[in-house]
């Protein structure tokens, strides 16, 4: 039963973990449904993967052509471009990298980039509000954010980067058509974009960092060589080229948002926020939901902070049917 | 003809890069046959990868399984091993991690440690004698020594690792035989363990490293969620559990390293060291010796403090017979 606490506690954490989920509620039905992340579930389909690609060290050439396809992608130049084993290994990274006394971070948001601050030896101070920031040296805005979809425009952005020393812009959630800071980044900022979530392959690790020449050789150095795998340089490189893809995705995902927000407000939900990958939805007992919802085989995402709140990933689409069922059964 | 000479200078940085061996010998057969890595050219057979290795975050479940699979290997405990995307990611994060104002580092060695101990801000002194080492408190030493294969006995590095505020033992080409301080680390001390030379899968990211609790916690932190893919936990786990696959690719290596021996030194070299991997061989001409063989499409890896040396790795089966003809034209 302790174990069964501790697994439920473990779901407050991170999305994702299906295997906490079961072992906190081993009575739901399988397949769980996860809609704890963020993650498209609807993958970029997966190219043959040349055996080179595995039994190389990933080649220059290939991180080159990568770097050159998320530059296209992201707007910017290649060599403002990091390509990395994830965004939060880069995350690890710029917390060490750019040591800090004091951070302030825009929230509530995205629960890694404290941690990783605060492991690095920083006191974070969170704040509501984006002129707050300018009370620390060093500032973190998730835009748009995780969870709820708050968006900041670019003039903000690029005013809150002008007297920071450093200014993080985390646009995990970014790819589909909010104000990007990566199209000429300012100085002292970093703008990471992640390549997992909108492309549905979130074990492959990879993303990216843009910023400017100088920064961005910062981070080059200290990811040192080979960071990114073979898999990952290919296919990563395919699918940042491939814009048809992107614009169906998004096309998909937006309609899918659209349809779970109407069940999700038939369900008694009020819509707080989101983007094509995560809708944000808040019932005052939201906790209650969340398990009887895991008692169906549907996993969301709550926060402890915020027991009014759940987050909803976008459903596969032979999921909906239970999806629809699980949410009407509230 | 700059870009040949630059491309030219490349190959005595790393290994493995076909790309500018091509490009400073285009005149060269292709394809090329590389021996200028350590990397096993029969790799461990790649199992079906379940699509959900791909598409969803890498689990904790899975990682504990890879990391129990690794510490059954080794020969120490879950909790002393850490799991990473290469061991390269790992000496970048310690070298940052473990903030040093000085470095003595046993050599000549590969030449990651001393770049990632001088990029965090280090002084780096290279020794030739393991007692040197005595004269910093942050120590390196890989061991088998890579080029020449020199081995330090286990007694000797743990009198080392005694009075060290931190030893870093890099035992990328231990998987074969030589006597291993993951067997009970001493304190303040980092072993690093290579999974792709052995398995034959560079392109895949994954390396480990072993130590007491204490530290494998700091650097499990430092690292952060999900830093290893998704097929390297799988390929990962399921390889390293797999003691008949290294016993046979071990009987397999030590007769080819043989056999290289013998046309080595039938083509003039002297052989100084080396693992079954690789060979290191010494010929006072070695340079000339490396541009021939490249003419021919054979890369090796020449070094440039020590123009007489070459390092060979083993070549595929397929391979041996251009191998025997080029080294036999000499």
Same mark, same amino acid.
């Given at each position: 039963?302790?174990?069964?606490?501790?697994?439920?506690?473990?779901?407050?954490?991170?999305?994702?973990?299906?295997?906490?989920?079961?072992?906190?509620?081993?009575?739901?039905?399988?397949?769980?449904?996860?809609?704890?992340?963020?993650?498209?579930?609807?993958?970029?389909?997966?190219?043959?993967?040349?055996?080179?690609?595995?039994?190389?060290?990933?080649?220059?050439?290939?991180?080159?052509?990568?770097?050159?396809?998320?530059?296209?992608?992201?707007?910017?130049?290649?060599?403002?471009?990091?390509?990395?084993?994830?965004?939060?290994?880069?995350?690890?990274?710029?917390?060490?990298?750019?040591?800090?006394?004091?951070?302030?971070?825009?929230?509530?948001?995205?629960?890694?980039?404290?941690?990783?601050?605060?492991?690095?030896?920083?006191?974070?101070?969170?704040?509501?509000?984006?002129?707050?920031?300018?009370?620390?040296?060093?500032?973190?805005?998730?835009?748009?954010?995780?969870?709820?979809?708050?968006?900041?425009? /670019?003039?903000?952005?690029?005013? %809150?980067? *002008? !007297? +920071? &020393?450093? #200014?993080?812009?985390?646009? $995990?959630?970014?790819? =589909?058509?909010?104000?990007?800071?990566?199209?000429?980044?300012?100085?002292?900022?970093?703008?990471?974009?992640?390549?997992?979530?909108?492309?549905?392959?979130?074990?492959?690790?990879?993303?990216?960092?843009?910023?400017?020449?100088?920064?961005?050789?910062?981070?080059?150095?200290?990811?040192?060589?080979?960071?990114?795998?073979?898999?990952?340089?290919?296919?990563?490189?395919?699918?940042?080229?491939?814009?048809?893809?992107? /614009?169906?995705?998004?096309?998909? %995902?937006? *309609? !899918? +948002? &659209?349809? #779970?927000?109407?069940?999700? $407000?038939?369900?008694? =939900?009020?819509?707080?926020?989101?983007?094509?990958?995560?809708?944000?939805?808040?019932?005052?007992?939201?906790?209650?939901?969340?398990?009887?919802?895991?008692?169906?085989?549907?996993?969301?995402?709550?926060?402890?902070?915020?027991?009014?709140?759940?987050?909803?990933?976008?459903?596969?689409?032979?999921?909906?049917?239970?999806?629809?069922?699980?949410?009407?059964?509230?």
């Amino acid at each position: 039963m302790a174990d069964r606490v501790e697994a439920y506690q473990r779901l407050f954490q991170h999305g994702g973990d299906i295997n906490s989920a079961a072992a906190a509620f081993p009575e739901a039905p399988a397949p769980w449904i996860d809609l704890s992340t963020g993650i498209n579930p609807v993958p970029y389909p997966l190219p043959e993967i040349a055996p080179a690609c595995w039994t190389r060290l990933p080649s220059p050439a290939g991180l080159a052509k990568l770097e050159a396809a998320a530059a296209a992608r992201y707007g910017c130049e290649p060599g403002q471009v990091v390509a990395a084993p994830g965004t939060q290994a880069l995350i690890q990274f710029v917390a060490r990298q750019f040591a800090a006394s004091q951070v302030a971070i825009l929230g509530p948001t995205y629960s890694g980039h404290e941690t990783a601050w605060r492991a690095a030896g920083a006191e974070v101070g969170l704040v509501a509000e984006a002129a707050e920031l300018a009370g620390a040296a060093h500032r973190v805005v998730v835009n748009p954010n995780n969870p709820d979809g708050r968006r900041l425009p /670019a003039a903000t952005l690029r005013a %809150l980067a *002008a !007297d +920071a &020393r450093l #200014l993080v812009v985390d646009e $995990a959630f970014g790819d =589909f058509g909010a104000e990007s800071l990566a199209v000429d980044p300012p100085p002292a900022t970093i703008v990471l974009r992640s390549f997992g979530k909108t492309y549905g392959l979130a074990g492959l690790r990879l993303g990216f960092a843009v910023a400017r020449v100088e920064i961005a050789s910062i981070l080059r150095a200290a990811l040192g060589s080979w960071a990114v795998s073979g898999p990952a340089l290919e296919i990563g490189a395919r699918a940042l080229a491939d814009g048809d893809w992107l /614009a169906k995705a998004r096309a998909r %995902l937006e *309609a !899918d +948002a &659209r349809w #779970l927000d109407g069940l999700l $407000a038939r369900a008694g =939900f009020e819509i707080v926020g989101g983007t094509p990958l995560f809708r944000l939805a808040a019932r005052p007992d939201a906790e209650t939901a969340f398990a009887a919802l895991c008692r169906l085989g549907v996993l969301t995402r709550p926060f402890r902070e915020r027991p009014d709140w759940l987050r909803f990933g976008l459903p596969a689409p032979e999921d909906r049917t239970r999806v629809a069922a699980a949410l009407s059964a509230l």
